[in-house]
């Protein structure tokens, strides 16, 4: 008997989650709820579902007899609070794309919503599933470079997708999705307490906008790339981004989804001519810092920096491990130990010999995440989800600890609300 899904919010990554989850024909979507015509009508087409399975809203949705053994949760990062509580009040295990809500107030109400159902609730942190992180995750349990001493990590943003969510798109603003920090970046931070496997005990960090403003724009350019005499010159051209993912697949299902629903040069030039896309990146209405440092301290006093930037290609993490044994650093794919006993040196790929693509499925780790979601509804097992409400929870308490410490210049200590091991 197959596993029966919900999608709420058909979007991008909640259409993207619900086709890996029945890629191997052990789940199926049963309904669809999206209050855009296109994205509910191409989800409905893409499952075969049929008139009473497609809501507009949610609520209508969530208001009968449950109908799935689980719901995905998409919908803008201000909107997951009420639709999972909801859900989960009515017996729907919870796949919860990230950040799970942009306040701790709405974070906490989820958890406390799925501990109080006795459901299960699956947090969107996919970066734990990759065949790259169980390795890694692997060689530091088994002791492979000793006791850890600190970690320094890099989150290589890029300079046109932070252009393009960060400064034209959806996480632009805190005040309407979030802070960077836990917009991209929360990702990370759970990253790093799943590998440290220790609590946080303190956490400083410093960041600004300090480049996409509109004092740094060019003398002479335009509000709109399209009228723009400085656009050749300009690394965030617009035109020079979009049109050049026209004809590439990938592509297609992202940066351009967001944009149009007619990925041909004549739908994307009409999109960057209208839409939020095609502004100046020095004329919109962005707050997200373009650049952040955090340092953590763990108990036992394990060290982690991680920093996230715009100002770099867009590629994998980059991360060093520093051990009293030997040390590894690592790529996202491949994975180098120095044995400092032995002094030899051992490389390690992690990819499987599949396809690994960054804009497409992280490395894999999305169709597992999906699959562990549906494995643990089909048998009833929560181990097979690497993480839970409560620690969800407790690395995203870290980030907004990191807020408050950015915003005030101080060191913030997390005896209370800090991440326990995983």
């Known amino acids: 008997m197959s596993v029966t899904l919900a999608l709420v919010g058909a979007g991008m990554r909640g259409s993207d989650y619900g086709r890996r989850a029945v890629r191997d024909g052990r789940a199926r979507v049963v309904a669809v709820a999206d209050p855009v015509a296109e994205r509910r009508e191409r989800a409905a087409a893409e499952h075969g579902l049929g008139p009473d399975q497609v809501f507009t809203d949610w609520r209508e949705l969530a208001a009968l007899p449950r109908r799935a053994d689980g719901v995905i949760v998409a919908t803008r990062d201000g909107e997951h609070v009420e639709p999972a509580v909801a859900f989960a009040e009515r017996g729907y295990h919870l796949l919860l794309e990230k950040p799970m809500a942009p306040t701790e107030a709405g974070s906490a109400a989820i958890a406390a919503a799925a501990e109080r159902a006795g459901v299960m609730l699956a947090v969107c942190h996919v970066m734990r ?23 320094q990590h890099l989150e290589p943003i ?6 393009h969510s960060y400064v034209r798109g959806n996480w632009r603003r805190a005040d309407e999705s979030s802070p960077m920090l836990l917009a991209k970046c929360c990702h990370d931070i759970d990253w790093l307490a799943h590998i440290i496997g220790r609590p946080a005990v303190r956490v400083s960090s410093f960041g600004a906008l300090t480049h996409f403003r509109p004092e740094n724009r060019p003398e002479g350019a335009a509000d709109r790339c399209l009228d723009c005499a400085v656009e050749p010159s300009c690394p965030y051209s617009a035109p020079r ?5 026209v004809g590439d697949p990938a592509r297609t299902h992202w940066p351009l989804s967001a944009l149009t629903f007619d990925p041909s040069p004549e739908g994307v030039r009409a999109a960057l001519r209208d839409g939020p896309y095609g502004r100046c990146v020095y004329a919109c209405d962005n707050d997200a810092v373009d650049q952040q ?15 996230a930037t715009a100002f770099t290609p867009m590629g994998f993490r980059k991360t060093r491990i520093f051990g009293s044994h030997g040390f590894i650093e690592g790529d996202g794919v491949r994975l180098t130990v120095d044995d400092f006993v032995s002094g030899t040196r051992e490389v390690i790929e992690t990819d499987e010999g599949e396809e690994v693509s960054l804009a497409g499925d992280h490395g894999g780790a999305d169709q597992a995440l999906a699959e562990a979601f549906v494995a643990a509804l089909a048998t009833g097992d929560p181990s097979l989800l690497l993480s839970d409400a409560r620690t969800s929870l407790a690395s995203h308490r870290l980030v907004w600890a990191a807020e408050r410490a950015r915003h005030t210049g101080t060191v913030i200590s997390l005896p209370d609300g800090a991440p326990p091991p995983p």
């Open 293 to 307: 440092v955090v340092t953590i301290e763990y108990e036992g006093g394990v060290t982690a920096s991680f920093t």
């Open 241 to 245: 981004t979009y049109l050049g993912f």
């Open 129 to 151: 599933y990759s065949a790259y992180t169980r390795t890694l995750k692997g060689l530091l349990d088994a002791g492979r470079i000793g006791a850890v001493a600190g970690v």
């Open 158 to 163: 890029g300079w046109w997708h932070f252009a």
